[in-house]
């Protein structure tokens, strides 16, 4: 279900590429812009946090619950896909395809070369995209929105010689598993909290 999820996000990128129909120019601008140290740097895990994170705190001043629920689980999803992606790419130590020598699979490993799979930009961002709730309306395309920007930041790791396909696939796989975990969890913790305030409230004889 998740793989299908995330390949459904390449499938509405291509499919949005070629409805576009730019011109050369255009499309060597799009290309530029995909492969730019920029949009690599603001969507390594730690980026993605931050932004998340700091963006939930901006959401705090606001009487926007929604909005403050969807940021609080992106941050705590891009947070925990970013410790599992860390810990998986020096287990796995695959070599990166700019790598000019090594062993495809070196086994664990902390350089730099070797930490392929998975992709940590397409884990984070997909955890985010992943956060988005489903239903109906704006709240539907901006969920087609998070996956198409997955797509995206899949392309982006591909073209820099940066991943395989396989560790995009991977690593958007995995953002999207912990995204689910953490909506999953969500239900019984404000059960748990809203139990805590309610018992807090009791007269003593009753506790």
């Known amino acids: 279900m998740l793989a299908s999820t995330g390949i459904k996000g390449l499938l509405a990128y291509r499919a949005l590429r070629k409805m576009n129909k730019p011109s050369a120019k255009t499309t060597q601008n799009k290309e530029n812009f995909v492969t730019s140290s ?4 603001a969507t390594t895990p730690p980026s993605v946090v931050a932004i998340t994170g700091s963006a939930y705190a901006l959401s705090k001043m606001t009487h926007a619950p929604k909005v ?5 689980k992106s941050t705590l999803s891009a947070s925990v896909a970013g410790l599992l992606n860390a810990g998986l790419k020096r287990l796995i130590g695959r070599k990166r395809p700019r790598a000019e020598s090594g062993p495809e699979i070196k086994g664990p490993a902390l350089k730099d070369k070797f930490n392929s799979m998975p992709s940590g ?15 109906s309306g704006p709240l539907l395309l901006a969920s087609a929105a998070g996956l198409a920007a997955t797509a995206v930041i899949g392309k982006s790791r591909t073209m820099r010689d940066a991943h395989h396909l396989s560790d995009v696939l991977v690593g958007s796989c995995l953002g999207f598993g912990v995204a689910y975990a953490v909506s999953k969890l ?18 003593n004889r009753f506790k």
Do not use: Y
Request: glycine residues 2%; without cysteine; proline residues 7%.
């Open 38 to 41: 920029t949009l690599s740097k």
């Open 121 to 135: 930009h397409a884990s984070a961002v997909a955890a985010v995209a992943g956060s988005i709730p489903r239903s």
């Open 186 to 203: 969500e239900k019984p913790v404000e059960d748990e909290v809203e139990s805590r305030k309610q018992s807090s409230h009791l007269p």
């Open 68 to 72: 403050q629920r969807f940021l609080l």
